[in-house]
């Protein structure tokens, strides 16, 4: 525990607590609903004493053991009840990485009130949070101190403020507390179980980055099995120590709030993506998992504290498709990755499995493999890569095992989301026929991975010849000198398109070629023609201080694309 922290009186739970929801009545025995809830109640019961939570690194630092935190998390449930919500209310979440409100709490607390979590991407402007508050209908707010100048004038909804220090006073464990003392002492059993599984679990909106956000309805049962799949795929367990990089708003945090405690890690929480206290909690606090995005991990293995680690780290890579430089720069710190591929549902549901051979390839050859998407992982059904249905059916056609043919990533099962909230047509159009529809293309190779070429509108059309943005990427990330790169169609009068590539330099690169922006253009194209087809080599090198992004780290295409069509 962090010294000198005392949780407050309302957390700690009364002696032989009872860790058990009250069972709805006409249940089977021989079935339960599942629901990832009964992860925090089965690791309290089992390690009750054992550090859960930590948040260090902020003025007022706190630590909870799982049984503190469990009963916390009664405490918000039934503070939420006492404030009037009712079962399949939304909860909106507006907070970062912090230990209130969003790891340590609302992904357990407002499902144990039956009502559903909807965190909301704190990077957002105020007139986006707006739309996303309105259009879920969330009937409480919960809100970190440093965002409520997100909020929009005249709420009609109750807002719990949280400053942060898990102390007497502070608003949010004055509700806490509230939440307490309304429950009596009934304990978990004075709080029912869901009797249905299928139950919303959270709403989470995507980036929205060409449009209105939409929102992603998950299961409880889905939210159970994705996050299992993750513990075990993740080979999280007792002696993990998994550090929050990725943001919990971006698709619940890929599940890994619940993946967590199924496998009784301790989690460490930061408010920010800092990379100097990333590579503090990496030497010295025993880290031992992560999650983030290929711009986060370049950003990591760029930092000037970067080292080869003392004890090896598995990174989880999402969010779009690690370049193999990213790869080898991360096993050459000692940080082993994890490549799997999902979406705004439940995060991923495809990992690439490591096989025996690879021991053989060399590093650049085996980084290449590695950036495939790979095969379905645990709890998930199948991840097929089909030809665009004819017109007039719906009938989907899987493409060869030839690693050339490229189709479009459809998947079926338990980790697919129930519907897209309050948008049925969308919902239909995602469901053509009878599986998910990515929309990301990827040709599937004869060990049956699947392998990512490119978003569909991102495909460069050069020649007649059809290029891919991501290929291109991958092949001119290879370049010592390139940190990050972006490509895009831009229109040519002969071509019809060629590629655009923007580029930020390494920071040991940048003085080598300032003031040669020209001839660092010059060598890069003849770094790619050594490895593209002539058709898919950039026609145009742009060198930028960074690339525009969505608040989760994705590159923003749309705005380049925008930048182009001005030239």
């Known amino acids: 525990m962090t010294s000198a922290f005392r949780p407050t009186p309302a957390s700690i739970p009364p002696p032989n607590a009872g860790l058990a929801l009250r069972q709805p009545k006409g249940l089977p025995p021989n079935f339960q609903p599942l629901n990832p809830l009964q992860f925090i109640l089965r690791a309290a019961d089992i390690y009750p004493n054992k550090v859960a939570l930590v948040h260090s690194d902020v003025k007022y ?18 503070a939420l009840i006492q404030a009037g919500i009712k079962p399949g209310d939304r909860v909106a979440i507006i907070a970062p990485n912090s230990y209130s409100c969003k790891v340590s709490d609302a992904h357990h607390g407002v499902l144990a009130a039956k009502a559903v979590p909807c965190p909301i991407n704190t990077r957002l402007k105020p007139a986006e949070v707006a739309y996303i508050l309105e259009h879920s209908r969330s ?18 909804v109750p807002v719990i403020v949280s400053n942060d220090t898990g102390r007497p006073g502070d608003p949010y464990e004055n509700f806490l507390s509230s939440g307490r003392a309304f429950s009596q002492e009934r304990g978990w059993a004075g709080l029912e179980y869901d009797a249905d599984e299928n139950s919303a679990a959270t709403l989470c909106y995507t980036s929205g980055t ?50 967590n405690v199924f496998g009784f890690a301790t989690q460490i929480c930061l408010r920010t993506v800092d990379n ?20 986060v991990q370049i950003g990591i293995v760029n930092h000037p504290s970067a080292k080869k680690l003392p004890r090896p780290i598995s990174a989880i890579i999402a969010g779009a498709a690690p370049t193999a430089s990213l790869i080898a720069s991360l096993e050459q710190l000692g940080i082993t990755p994890i490549h799997v591929y999902g979406l705004t549902l439940y995060g991923p549901f495809t990992r690439n499995f490591p096989q025996a051979a690879w021991a053989n390839l060399s590093l650049q050859e085996r980084s290449k493999i590695m950036a495939r998407q790979g095969h379905p992982f645990a709890t998930a059904q199948d991840a097929r890569v089909v030809y665009p249905p004819k017109d ?15 189709g479009e990533i459809v998947t079926r099962g338990n980790i697919v989301m129930k519907e897209y909230f309050r948008d ?14 990515s ?19 991102d495909i460069i059309i050069s020649g007649g010849e059809n290029a891919s943005s991501l290929a291109i990427e991958q092949e001119l990330a290879s370049h010592p000198c390139v940190l990050e790169v972006a490509v895009v169609a831009r229109n040519s009068f002969k071509w019809g398109e060629r590629p655009h590539a923007f580029v930020t330099l390494r920071p040991t690169s940048i003085a080598k070629w300032k003031g040669r922006h020209g001839d660092f253009e010059k060598e890069l194209k003849a770094h790619a023609k050594e490895r593209l087809p002539g058709f898919a080599c950039p026609e145009w090198v742009s060198i930028v201080s960074e690339l525009p992004k969505t608040s989760t780290g994705k590159i923003l295409k749309f705005d380049l694309r925008k930048i182009v069509a001005k030239l």
């Open 276 to 295: 100097s206290l990333i590579w503090k909690h990496f030497l010295q606090s025993g880290v031992t998992h992560y999650c983030g995005a290929p711009t």
């Open 61 to 78: 630092p706190v630590s909870y053991t799982f049984a503190v935190w469990c009963q916390r998390i009664q405490n918000l449930a039934y």
């Open 392 to 406: 007039g059916t719906d009938t989907l056609v899987d493409v060869p095992r030839d690693g050339k043919t490229v």
């Open 139 to 156: 009937s409480i707010i919960l809100v970190d101190h440093e965002f409520v100048h997100l909020l929009p004038q005249n709420l009609k």
């Open 439 to 457: 929309g990301d293309l990827a040709v599937m190779h004869p060990d049956g991975a699947v392998a990512i070429v490119d978003r569909s509108k």
């Open 424 to 437: 049925p047509e969308a919902t239909a159009k995602a469901f053509r026929g009878g599986s998910f529809n």
């Open 210 to 259: 060409t449009g209105r956000p939409k929102g992603v309805v998950t299961t409880l049962r889905g939210s159970y099995l994705a996050a299992i799949a993750n513990a075990y795929e993740s080979r999280i367990h007792l002696e993990s120590t998994y550090l929050w990089i990725l943001p919990m708003f971006h698709a619940a945090g890929w599940t890994f709030p619940w993946a």
